[in-house]
Nanobody
Framework: VQLQASGGGLVQAGGSLRLSCAAS????????MGWFRQAPGKEREFVAA????????YYADSVKGRFTISRDNAKNTVYLQMNSLKPEDTAVYYC???????????????????????WGQGTQVTVSS
C-alpha cells in the first residue's frame, strides 16, 4: 500500500499549485483522505479532508476559501488545488488515508493526524514573497 504525493514546487505569492495523491496497492475509494502539512520547526498541521464518497469536505480555517480538496475514485487519486498561495503556506504537504471503510467521521475527527493510518512521503511547497 502506497500513497504518492506530487505536484509541489516553488511558486510566487498569489500563485497556484495542484497537489495529487495517487494510491497504489489497493483502492482507497471507500476511505476518507486528508492533507496535512509541516513547516520546519512546527508541528504537523491539518489542511483538508474529504469523505470516502467525496460528498463532505473539511478545511482548516487558514486555507478555507483558497484550497479545494477533491477526489477521483476511478483514478484512486485525491487532489488539493491551492490558490492565492501565501508564504505561510510553505511546508511539506502529506496525504493520508483513514483505514476505516465507508466511515463518515466529523470534521474534528479528520483534523487529527492520528485518525489516519496510511501516509504518503510528502511533497515540498515553497511560496516566495
Amino acid at each position: 500500500v502506497q500513497l504518492q504525493a506530487s505536484g509541489g514546487g516553488l511558486v510566487q505569492a498569489g500563485g497556484s499549485l495542484r497537489l495529487s495523491c495517487a494510491a497504489s496497492g489497493r483502492t482507497f475509494s471507500s476511505n476518507a483522505m486528508g492533507w496535512f502539512r509541516q513547516a520546519p520547526g512546527k508541528e504537523r498541521e491539518f489542511v483538508a479532508a474529504i469523505s470516502w464518497s467525496g460528498g463532505k469536505t473539511y478545511y482548516a480555517d487558514s486555507v478555507k476559501g483558497r484550497f479545494t480538496i477533491s477526489r477521483d475514485n476511478a483514478k484512486n487519486t485525491v487532489y488539493l488545488q491551492m490558490n492565492s498561495l501565501k508564504p505561510e503556506d510553505t511546508a511539506v504537504y502529506y496525504c493520508a488515508a483513514d483505514k476505516r471503510l465507508y466511515y463518515s467521521g466529523s470534521g474534528s475527527y479528520y483534523s487529527y493526524w492520528t485518525s489516519y493510518d496510511y501516509w504518503g512521503q510528502g511533497t515540498q511547497v515553497t511560496v516566495s514573497s
